[in-house]
């Protein structure tokens, strides 16, 4: 850590804000990449909880601190993420992979519609935590990035289900097969990303669409939320569970150790297919 980010090591690692009467504000706190690291989950989780036992709040923002919306889990150490389980080997890792999607995918279950005002990069679960939310906004220079198939580690994050719903097969493939990056602006094209701002009026923009959805019929814009989930199916925590299994027993493997050692040196990995 710089002597720059020490000073926030102190600080809470999620911020809440009330930027008008109806619509709260959640901010990452740990920049410049705001990972999920176990503080951040759980500053997330009482962020959450508080949103929703809060009948004045009608609509929730969320955005990152700093240059980057979230960069998900921190595979520099080549450690899963989160708190290790008393099960052990694959079924162990798993449960560990679904306490740390368990925070985020809460978003699911919000009755609250969300809107991520995603600055700079989401990727990984960075990327899941956006695409869990009713909109997203972005600008010119926003990637959204599941470079997992470069790490030799499955998706997580329910991405399987939720990048095919918003972008369609063939992209998404391509986002979670080859690992392809996407501009904000591509993003806007591509549905991904609701609206494409320059950086300067993000937020504003954000604010603005949530102040919008919490103008609507309070009841009528959290039945309708959940009817369209229910219309196409959404089971982000099935599909969660499925991931976790599947990242588990990727993760042990010989080309997940090259992939995320390939990361850690800048390198372009040599996967043997072990």
């Not at 929730?60 to 960069?71: I, M, P, S, Y």
């Not at 039945?223 to 229910?230: E, G, S, Y």
Request: with cysteine; aromatic share 6%.
């Amino acid at each position: 850590m710089s002597n720059a980010e020490a000073p926030l090591a102190t600080a809470p690692a999620v911020l809440w804000e009330r930027p008008s009467s109806a619509v709260a504000l959640i901010r990452f706190n740990r920049p410049p990449r705001n990972v999920m690291s176990p503080e951040l989950m759980a500053g997330f989780t009482d962020a959450i909880a508080a949103a929703r036992a809060d009948p004045t709040i009608r609509a929730l923002v969320l955005t990152g601190e700093g240059d980057h919306f979230c960069a998900g889990a921190d595979l520099g150490s080549g450690e899963l993420p989160g708190v290790p389980m008393s099960l052990g080997g694959p079924p162990g890792e798993a449960e560990r992979l679904r306490a740390v999607y368990a925070a985020f995918l809460a978003l699911v279950d919000l009755p609250l519609p969300t809107v991520a005002a995603v600055n700079g990069a989401a990727v990984g679960g960075g990327l899941g935590l956006a695409a869990v939310c009713d909109f997203r906004v972005c600008t010119p220079e926003s990637r959204f990035l599941a470079p997992f198939v470069k790490l030799g580690v499955h998706p997580g994050m329910a991405l399987t289900e939720t990048l095919p719903a918003l972008v369609g097969l063939a992209r998404a493939k391509a986002m979670l097969m080859l690992g392809d990056a996407v501009s904000g602006r591509d993003a806007e094209a591509w549905g991904l990303a609701y609206r494409c701002v320059p950086a300067a009026e993000l937020l504003a923009e954000a604010i603005g669409l949530a102040e919008r959805l919490a103008a609507g019929a309070p009841a009528v814009v959290r039945w309708t939320k959940a009817a369209i989930h229910r219309a196409i199916s959404l089971d982000v925590h099935r599909t969660a569970d499925t991931e976790a299994l599947a990242q588990a027993l990727t993760f042990g493997a010989a080309d997940a150790e090259e992939g995320l050692a390939a990361f850690r040196e800048k390198r372009s990995p040599n996967f043997r297919g072990r």
